[in-house]
């Protein structure tokens, strides 16, 4: 069964911390390419961060020193450590797996709000 399941979402405050966490089921998490996009309110769905299977990253221009992402490969989870967060990273998280050309499954979504 091909299964993304994204938790960790919530209300922060500016400035604050979050981690999302996505596990993966076994027979997608060794896809070429795991990553977190994000979808605010009256915009496309963005790119956020990803990660090869070789462990080269890419990040969105907009949180490059803030966002980190991780994987754990023995317990099959992503991760996207986000911090100094700002009102702009409210958004809809969802994470991907991606086969370019082949293949792309997403999460559910999970919810993160920037707000004082």
């Known amino acids: 069964q091909v299964r993304l399941v994204e938790s960790g979402g919530g209300l922060v405050q500016p400035g604050g911390s979050l981690r999302l966490s996505c596990a993966a089921s076994r027979s997608i998490f060794s896809s070429p390419v795991m990553g977190w996009h994000r979808q605010a309110p009256g915009k496309q769905r963005e790119l956020v961060a990803a990660m090869s299977s070789e462990g080269s990253t890419n990040y969105a221009d907009s949180v490059k020193g803030r966002f980190l992402i991780f994987r754990d490969n023995a317990k099959n989870m992503v991760y996207l450590q986000m911090s100094r967060l700002k009102p702009d990273d409210t958004a809809v998280y969802y994470c991907?797996?991606?086969?370019?050309?082949?293949?792309?499954?997403w999460g559910q979504g999970t919810q993160v709000t920037v707000s004082s």
């Open positions: 991907n797996a991606a086969s370019p050309k082949l293949y792309e499954y």
